[in-house]
């Protein structure tokens, strides 16, 4: 074909595992209830700079260090990061990607959380707790978009690849990776329901 791909943009979308996820989650959203309770420096940090929700980012981040269930979460994410590590064709040079950053994410209704990039780190990820029907997706951005200076609309039929921007949909039980550069963000929660999920950060230095 005279026209052929250059550059791509990969993620990575799979099942954390093939059964009793449910009994892990309930395990994980319990802890992860309890935290937004008891952590009030994630509380204060959260008032300021997640208006409305809770995160464990600037106060709880090492939770992989802190509990034995988001350490089995670690581990049960580290054969996804391996797959995807592969699929980038990373050359790790002998070195394990290591989860380094784990916290916790609770977004109430009208909660949101702007555009962003996870600097030092080489995969960064979200798992999902509990996803209630019509919560929000993870909004990914063309990392070409500022220079499309002069560069037409997109058909509205066009292939994923082609879009400005893509939503993967937020689904309990799934794990979404990608290359920690990708500028994401998640619009605001629009239903009466917390959205719960866990983000972390892989790095292989």
């Given at each position: 074909m005279p026209v052929r791909p250059l550059f791509p943009t990969l993620y990575y979308a799979a099942p954390l595992q093939t059964g009793r996820w449910r009994t892990f989650n309930e395990r994980l959203l319990g802890e992860c209830r309890q935290y937004a309770e008891d952590d009030l420096a994630g509380q204060a940090w959260s008032a300021e700079?997640?208006?409305?929700?809770?995160?464990?980012?600037?106060?709880?981040?090492?939770?992989?260090?802190?509990?034995?269930?988001?350490?089995?979460?670690?581990?049960?994410?580290?054969?996804?990061?391996?797959?995807?590590?592969r699929a980038l064709e990373l050359d790790l040079d002998g070195r394990p990607l290591a989860m380094t950053d784990c916290w916790i994410n609770v977004m109430?209704?009208?909660?949101?959380?702007?555009?962003?990039?996870?600097?030092?780190?080489?995969?960064?990820g979200t798992y999902y707790v509990r996803t209630p029907r019509g919560t929000p997706g993870l909004k990914f951005e063309d990392p070409r978009l500022d220079r499309m200076m002069a560069a037409p609309p997109r058909r509205p039929d066009c292939r994923p690849e082609h879009r400005p921007w893509v939503?993967?949909?937020?689904?309990?039980g799934r794990v979404v990776l990608f290359e920690s550069w990708l500028r994401h963000e998640v619009p605001a929660n629009l239903v009466d329901a917390e959205r719960v999920?866990?983000?972390f950060n892989f790095n292989w230095f």
């Open positions: 700079r997640y208006p409305g929700g809770y995160t464990s980012y600037g106060s709880l981040n090492r939770m992989h260090a802190l509990s034995p269930t988001f350490a089995a979460l670690g581990r049960k994410l580290e054969r996804h990061v391996a797959a995807f590590a109430p209704r009208h909660v949101a959380h702007g555009l962003h990039l996870h600097p030092l780190a080489t995969i960064s939503t993967v949909p937020a689904v309990a999920s866990v983000s």
